[in-house]
T-cell receptor, first 114, second 113 residues
Framework: DADVTQTPRNRITKTGKRIMLECSQT?????MYWYRQDPGLGLRLIYY???????NKGEISDGYSVSRQAQAKFSLSLESAIPNQTALYFC?????????????FGPGTRLTVL | AQSVAQPEDQVNVAEGNPLTVKCTYS??????LFWYVQYPNRGLQFLLK??????LVKGSYGFEAEFNKSQTSFHLKKPSALVSDSALYFC???????????FGTGTRLKVLA
């Protein structure tokens, strides 16, 4: 089974709808991240969490919110989706006491907002 | 500001030839640098990292990267490219004093048979 899973894998929705993307991990990592990927822009950080009680905004948090329900679960919500939120969304985790540990990524959620 | 640059959107190389995918960085403090690969319809996979020590770092699938402090570069290399190496490659740097990472815009590698 995959260490980092994301649901749904694909979603088409309409402008103004509320959408939730879910991420679960079995790696036991404390740190979890949400990124969006757009062609030519690479990955940009939306939100990150270093433990259940810690939530931080990334560089493009406007229009998004998150919830860390447990160490293993980190959800991303679009309160009122708009077309420029059409993108590929990735959840990632990292862990360990070293500050140089690599991240592990989920398979991604392709979101289309019409 | 801390940043990562991948100056080439796409790199084409013939199978069997050596490949290089370029990355330059700007950070304060010691750089922690990473390379990831993304295959179609997949998430990013970790290839290798530079933390300290030898400037030549070896990673997965025969890839290696050379850290050059004076040129602030961390280029990804492979002596002999395979068609299966065709993918999107991302360079990333850890933001000093945090657990956040900045990613480059990605370089698409095409290995031609």
């Amino acid at each position: 089974d995959a260490d980092v899973t994301q649901t749904p894998r694909n979603r088409i929705t309409k402008t103004g709808k509320r959408i939730m993307l879910e991420c679960s991990q079995t790696k036991g990592h404390d740190r979890m991240y949400w990124y969006r990927q757009d062609p030519g822009l690479g990955l940009r950080l939306i939100y990150y969490s270093f433990d259940v009680k810690d939530i931080n905004k990334g560089e493009i948090s406007d229009g998004y919110s998150v919830s860390r329900q447990a160490q293993a679960k980190f959800s991303l919500s679009l309160e009122s989706a708009i077309p420029n939120q059409t993108a590929l969304y990735f959840c990632a985790t990292s862990g360990g006491t070293g500050s140089y540990n690599e991240q592990f990524f989920g398979p991604g959620t392709r979101l289309t907002v019409l | 500001a801390q940043s990562v640059a991948q100056p080439e959107d796409q790199v084409n190389v013939a199978e069997g030839n050596p490949l290089t995918v370029k990355c330059t960085y700007s950070v304060s403090g010691n750089p922690y640098l990473f390379w990831y690969v993304q295959y179609p319809n997949r998430g990013l996979q970790f290839l290798l990292k530079y933390i300290t020590g030898d400037n030549l770092v070896k990673g997965s699938y025969g890839f290696e990267a050379e850290f050059n402090k004076s040129q602030t570069s961390f280029h990804l290399k492979k002596p002999s490219a395979l068609v299966s190496d065709s993918a999107l490659y991302f360079c990333a740097v850890r933001v000093s004093g945090t657990y956040k990472y900045i990613f480059g815009t990605g370089t698409r590698l095409k290995v031609l048979a």
